[in-house]
């Protein structure tokens, strides 16, 4: 039973933001205020004792959560939410203004790459100096210093001023060495933003051996992917409240159910919709294979995806394309059930009539996933709904042998079979 | 239950444990003055010359002036010698200084995303005072030479005023870096302190030129303590310590280090979020 290596117990943090009123602080409003309204500054002054309106504002308030040794946290929430204030806190930069934290251990924080880089120096005595800053000791500088250099891959520019390296080196110099930090606990915030995408892979693959070694490491990203794939927990901060504590998955669909407005209304009801119009989609939802209509379907079951539709002027339409394409949660399509591909002939849709797709065995994992359908007439785009309806797949007996898929590998279920042979 | 690296932060009760911290980050302190030292003089071509030149340059401005238009008395020493015993120690405090003071706010970076004891900051700009001193010290020794002086064996406590020196540069080295995180106004008063200070400390001249009934008033600058101990010291005999005025120096430079720390540790925290 691993032991709790971080406490926090309701955490506030509170700041006071000034806004101008009648003045402000600092001499230069001052002299700005006497100078060009002199009688009316005398006159607000001796109206009002307080020319100043403040307004307390809360960063952070009531979050309380602990973490395990070796735990991966991720943290998410819109800008502005409060994660990197919660991990300025978490690393002493900033006092609570309410609450504690316990931890047990030593903090490193990256909260920005290349902190401390000064531009005059070079490569090599930023290294140092970077490593220092970050509370490496100097021998393990030393010691490390080749698997620095060959992580960042820079050796040929070493003792060349930082202010004179592309901002790839920059970074990966940067990243070179908060790699190599070894930290009981690690705090992670957005860093991995930046940098091309081998860097960036190079970044993620790094932070999952950290994990692996058993540090506990406490992770804000933006980039959903990295934080399924690399955390095992995950906490939704909004609006400086902890909202949500649970599996990545959980999380993020939360997350990302928030941020996606428009997904609960009715297809009818929907403005934002493209095309000419003469045929519009009203309702659409999925049925199962007894042709109920359903909230959530199974792993392998029998699918239909009904839509319902209106004709404007109540006219048979030939020459229809229907298209109804599955996205996941963080909007990746894949895959399109597209009439012209599946269908020898095209459609033709009579008014007060619906349109059946049907989805044999339907190999997707469990999860949760959005369908945006659309219709184009003679070849002119009638009607575009973006993530018209939603579609929960829980677990089924895809495979029929009574044996589970997991859902954390991949987005499909794939049927095959085993054999043993020459 | 609580091991002995458990770490406890809680609202306004900060920095319980900052002195361990001092210690544990005595590293980071070196290497932060090592760059410092390292970045003072890149890209230069006179380099560290310039350590050398400036209170070269100022102590011929301040003898041709001092000694030889205005004829100020010198106590029976070549004027010049006179006054580099003075620039010595001046040029240290008005370096500590001006460095001390500006190192918060040219740190910003820093202080913003990683966590140290802020104090190592204004101490790492001492180091660069001290190394500047040292190389003077050299360009003393020089001098000395040329002038066939041999000092007094009261040169061993010359360390002691030093030590002044440095209390009452960190001292006021610390106030200023601590209010120029709030108020940047100090960006213009520490040059303007550094230039008038120049003139009213006895650098260009013996302190014994003002008026008795002001000498401790006058001491309360403590810098005109150690100045007249850097003297003393070094040229011995004629230029006897005033030794009222040097406790009222001494009591001021340590009255400036303690009451700096304090308030530098009461605003600390906020630095982070003011800054």
């Known amino acids: ?422 | 239950m609580t091991s002995s690296d458990e770490t406890v932060i809680v609202a306004g009760r900060s920095g319980q444990r900052y002195l361990h911290d001092l210690w544990r980050y005595r590293e980071l302190f070196l290497f932060l003055a090592w760059r410092d030292l390292l970045v003072r003089y890149k890209q230069t071509v006179v380099g560290v010359a310039w350590s050398l030149v400036r209170p070269f340059l100022t102590m011929l401005v301040l003898t041709l002036v001092f000694g030889k238009f205005v004829n100020m008395p010198s106590g029976g020493v070549p004027y010049s010698l006179l006054v580099f015993c003075g620039i010595l120690p001046w040029q240290f405090f008005a370096t500590a200084l001006s460095e001390s003071g500006n190192s918060l706010v040219t740190n910003t970076g820093l202080i913003s995303k990683v966590y140290f004891p802020r104090l190592l900051i204004p101490a790492g700009s001492l180091v660069t005072a001290l190394v500047d001193f040292l190389i003077s010290l050299a360009f003393l020794v020089l001098l000395m030479i040329w002038y066939r002086w041999t000092p007094p064996a009261t040169i061993a406590l010359l360390p002691l005023f030093l030590l002044l020196a440095t209390a009452a540069s960190f001292g006021v080295g610390v106030w200023v870096a601590a209010l120029m995180v709030k108020y940047r106004d100090f960006r213009f008063i520490v040059p303007f302190v550094v230039q008038f200070g120049l003139y009213i400390s006895p650098v260009g001249f013996l302190s014994c030129v003002v008026p008795e009934r002001y000498r401790l008033l006058y001491s309360l600058n403590p810098i005109v303590g150690v100045i007249d101990g850097f003297r003393w010291c070094i040229l011995g005999g004629e230029h006897a310590l005033n030794w009222p005025g040097l406790t009222v120096s001494v009591v001021g430079g340590f009255f400036l280090l303690v009451t700096g720390i304090w308030y530098f540790r009461r605003t600390e925290r906020t630095f982070a979020d003011v800054i």
């Open chain 1, 1 to 422: 039973m691993s032991d709790t290596v971080i406490t926090v117990e309701d955490l506030g943090k509170q700041y006071v933001i000034g806004h101008q009123s009648g003045g402000d602080d600092g001499l230069r409003h001052l002299i700005e205020a006497v100078a060009w309204t002199p009688l009316t500054w005398v006159r607000s002054r001796r109206a009002q004792k307080t020319s100043k309106v403040k307004e307390e504002f809360w960063a952070l308030r009531d979050v309380s959560f602990s973490v395990k040794q070796g735990e991966a946290v991720g943290i998410v929430g819109r800008n502005g939410a409060g994660k990197s204030t919660l991990l300025k806190l978490l690393s002493r930069i900033t006092e609570p203004t309410r609450g504690r934290i316990r931890y047990k251990g030593r903090v490193a924080s990256l909260l920005e790459v290349g902190t401390g880089f000064h531009p005059e120096l070079t490569g090599r005595e930023n290294i140092f100096l970077n490593a220092a800053i970050l509370g490496m000791k100097r021998s393990d500088i030393m010691r490390k210093f080749d698997e620095i250099v060959a992580f960042s891959e820079v050796e040929r520019f070493l003792d060349t001023p930082v202010k004179r390296y592309s901002s790839g080196m920059y970074v990966r110099l940067a990243f070179g060495v908060a790699a190599h930090l070894e930290p009981e606990i690690l705090v992670v915030d957005e860093v991995l933003a930046v940098g091309d995408a081998t860097f960036q892979k190079k970044c993620l693959g790094r932070m999952g051996n950290i994990v692996e070694e058993g540090r506990t490491v406490l992770f804000v990203s933006h980039n959903m992917a990295a934080i399924s794939s690399l955390c095992t927990r995950a906490l939704l901060i909004d609006s400086g409240r902890l909202e949500r504590s649970g599996s990545p998955q959980a999380v993020i669909e939360e997350y990302l159910s928030k941020s996606r407005a428009d997904a609960s209304l009715a297809v009818s009801a929907r403005g934002d919709r493209r095309g000419n119009g003469r045929v519009r989609f009203t309702k659409v939802s999925a049925l199962n294979d007894r042709h109920q209509v359903v909230e959530s379907v199974t792993s392998g079951q029998d699918i239909s995806i009904c839509l319902e539709y209106d004709i404007r002027d109540s006219e048979t339409l030939k020459n229809a394309v229907v298209q109804v394409k599955f996205s996941g949660l963080l909007g990746q399509p894949l895959f399109a059930c597209l009439s012209r591909t599946s269908l020898r002939e095209p459609l033709a849709l009579t008014p007060g009539s619906r349109l059946l797709c049907s989805i044999p065995h339907l190999p997707l994992v469990p999860g949760v996933y959005t369908y945006t359908v659309w219709c184009t007439i003679g070849g002119t785009l009638e009607d575009f709904v973006a993530e018209a309806g939603k579609l929960s797949v829980a677990e089924g007996d895809y495979f029929g042998t009574g044996n589970l898929p997991p859902n954390t590998i991949g987005d499909f279920l794939v049927a095959h079979t085993w054999s043993v042979g020459e």
